[in-house]
């Protein structure tokens, strides 16, 4: 064999094994980074957190689907996840129960909706008729079935709705709790429940399908139109603060995303749900992507609570206390100040 055949071969063992470095690189600090369980539930502002791995820079988040937020708090208080996104009810619940959640981040806002069934005769905003109807079956022993899913914002927003034009849900009405809300089109078609709250695409859904007709966007009450948080815990902060930091980033870029991205978006709901692309389209329609945590709202919304008789004390003092801005600050470049603080 020639030198110049024993260069070229040099050469080319040389190439191959910088080539293969090169290839293994990416995967090398893939696996150093850390790891991050997320959990999500199934709804049209929270099933984009889908692609907070695609995301993901310097973590390596896994995004797992539950069928309802109360599903996704249970999982991360067991430790079973390490940052959830929930629901701002959800983060006053669990700070009222003594559990250790701290919010992060927020993420999208919106997708409540109160539908009525098909032959409540009323007009969509028609409060006033909405009190008599529930008083006039009330007195016949014959109550206003109102639905939602107990411990969703949904539930939340439509009991302070209700409260605020003179119904309480507790005395004036029966309440029907449906725990997944995927189930709302069938309860409605079935003519289990006269009035539900319910959440998008699933919203957009019943009224497709004429099972069911808007009657109002429930965000006159003290929680507007505020849906979605992003918590974890504090061993999860103290332990891995840099993939906290990581994770908080891959939801302010999903945010900054979704603002101007819709088909991804609609193409999340569509694999998800499986309710087709129109339907996913209309839903967004009462979406509003967020990535501030509004404290005065949040207070706003534990002290309803109170007053509703969701929660059993005033928890004010920690729902302040355990909101965490500094990764927010960190990925935003801005002061707390901007950030909902």
């Known amino acids: 064999m020639s030198i110049r055949s024993l260069t070229l071969n040099a050469v080319a063992a040389m190439t191959l094994a910088l080539s293969g470095l090169a290839a ?11 790891a991050v369980k997320l959990g999500f539930a199934k709804c049209a502002h929270c099933l984009p957190m889908a692609l ?13 689907n539950f069928n309802s937020g109360n599903d996704v708090l249970t999982a991360l208080v ?10 701002y009810l959800h983060y006053v619940t669990a700070l009222d129960k003594g559990f250790d959640v701290v919010a992060i981040s927020g993420q999208v806002n919106g997708g409540s909706e109160i539908v009525t069934a098909k032959g409540i005769d009323l007009k969509a905003g028609d409060w006033a008729g909405l009190k008599a109807l529930a008083a006039s079956r009330k007195a016949k022993g014959e109550p206003l079935r109102v639905a939602a899913s107990r411990g969703n914002a949904q539930d939340i927003h439509m009991r302070g709705a209700l409260q605020k034009h003179g119904i309480d849900v507790n005395k004036d009405v029966q309440f029907i709790n449906i725990p997944n809300p995927s189930d709302h089109a069938a309860a409605l078609q079935r003519g289990e429940v006269d ?19 808007h009657f109002a966007l429930p965000y006159d009450q003290a929680a507007g139109n505020l ?3 992003i918590v974890t815990r504090s061993d999860v902060i103290k332990e891995h603060p840099k993939a906290v930091e990581a994770t908080v980033a891959s939801v302010v870029a999903l945010v900054d995303k979704l603002k101007t991205d819709r088909t991804v978006w609609v193409d ?13 389209a209309a839903s967004l329609e009462n979406a509003f992507p967020d990535y501030a945590i509004h404290k005065d ?3 706003a919304i534990a002290a309803m609570m109170r007053e509703l008789k969701y929660i059993s004390k005033d928890v004010s003092d920690a729902v302040v206390k355990n909101i965490d801005y500094r990764f927010l600050e960190a990925v935003t470049k801005k002061p707390k100040s901007e950030l909902g603080g």
Not at 273 to 278: A, E
């Open 297 to 299: 709202s949040t207070v």
């Open 268 to 280: 999340t709901i569509n694999k998800y749900t499986g309710l087709n692309k129109d339907i996913a």
């Open 24 to 34: 293994a690189a990416p995967t090398a600090q893939a696996a150093d980074a850390e």
């Open 195 to 213: 009035v539900i709250c319910t959440v998008e695409p699933f919203a957009s859904q019943i009224r497709s399908t004429g099972v069911g007709v």
């Open 52 to 64: 907070t791995p695609d995301l993901a820079k310097g973590v390596s988040i896994e995004a797992i």
């Open 78 to 87: 067991s430790k079973s996840i390490d940052v959830a996104q929930v629901t």
């Open 227 to 229: 849906t979605n948080l």
